[in-house]
């Protein structure tokens, strides 16, 4: 990621995060739609994870500077994973609903070098958390 995609991302977090609940669940909504198979992972009762997205995304945003620093946690939650029955093609759905989460949120402010850069942050932390997974249970993945 260049220095200018990590300002983009974290400029635009900024624009997004004081509506965390609404964000949250247009995120979840989209990705339930788009992959009715992964809502069996979640609980019936969404509210505590709600919360648990944004705050992921929040550190992880947060964190974009110093990659290194948060790697070890963006690893753990990969493997954490496995235990939810995530795969491959459940990482791209979550992708996919993420941007359009995004693309709502921020309307014109959603431009295409803002798209690319929030890809390329997702891409690179799917990375770390399948490249995990693969580690600890080669399978899973």
Do not use: C
């Not at 029955?85 to 995004?102: F, I, N, P, R, S």
């Not at 295409?112 to 850069?117: C, D, K, L, S």
Request: charged share 20%.
């Amino acid at each position: 990621m260049t220095p200018e995609q990590i300002t983009l991302v974290q400029t635009t977090w900024k624009q997004v995060a004081p509506n965390a609940e609404q964000v949250a669940q247009l995120f979840y909504g989209r990705l339930f739609d788009s992959a009715p198979e992964v809502r069996r992972m979640f609980p019936a009762d969404m509210a505590e994870q709600r919360t648990k997205l944004m705050q992921m995304l929040g550190v992880a945003v947060a964190g974009l500077t110093r990659l290194d620093e948060i790697v070890p946690a963006v690893e753990a939650l990969g493997v954490r994973h496995i235990d939810y029955g995530a795969v491959g093609e459940h990482y791209d759905a979550v992708g996919a609903a993420l941007l359009w989460t995004l693309r709502q949120g921020l309307g014109e402010g959603f431009t295409p070098e803002v798209e690319e850069a929030w890809a390329e942050t997702y891409q690179t932390l799917a990375a770390v958390m399948q490249q995990a997974a693969t580690t600890a249970a080669p399978t899973a993945v």
